[in-house]
């Protein structure tokens, strides 16, 4: 297991991910206590994965993985943000997540194997 996050870095992804549709730079208004400490913070979120740094333009947004550290989940269906996902594994290395409202059934249903469900 990775370690957890500081303090720090989950309000710096929270501030991260409701403004300006999760991303930042240097105009943004928002700053964590300083400008430099903003950036200082940013960086080690880059560095954990969940969030992306475009060099060229320095400008940082929020990574799926840094959503998910927040308890938001991105739908594959719709791309709408959802806090209560229906995770599907497709496979060992696959998920499948989507929001309640693309998922047929909702979060309620149960997990069934599909030739259970077609054999009805
Ligand atoms: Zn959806």
Known sequence: M??????????V?????????????????WR????????????????RGHVTRTSATERYTIAESGLNV?????????????RSPVIEEVSVSRRRVQCSWCHPGGAA?????????TAR
């Not at 927040?70 to 959802?82: P, Q």
């Open 2 to 11: 990775p370690r957890p996050l500081g303090r720090h870095q989950i309000t």
């Open 13 to 29: 992804l929270g501030a991260l991910a409701r403004h300006n549709r999760g991303s930042w730079d240097a105009r943004c208004a």
């Open 32 to 47: 964590f206590r300083s400008l430099a400490c903003t950036v200082r913070v940013l960086d080690s979120l880059v560095q």
């Open 70 to 82: 927040l308890g938001w989940y991105t739908c594959e269906a719709c791309t709408r943000l959802t």
């Open 109 to 117: 249903r149960p997990r069934a194997p599909r030739a259970e469900r």
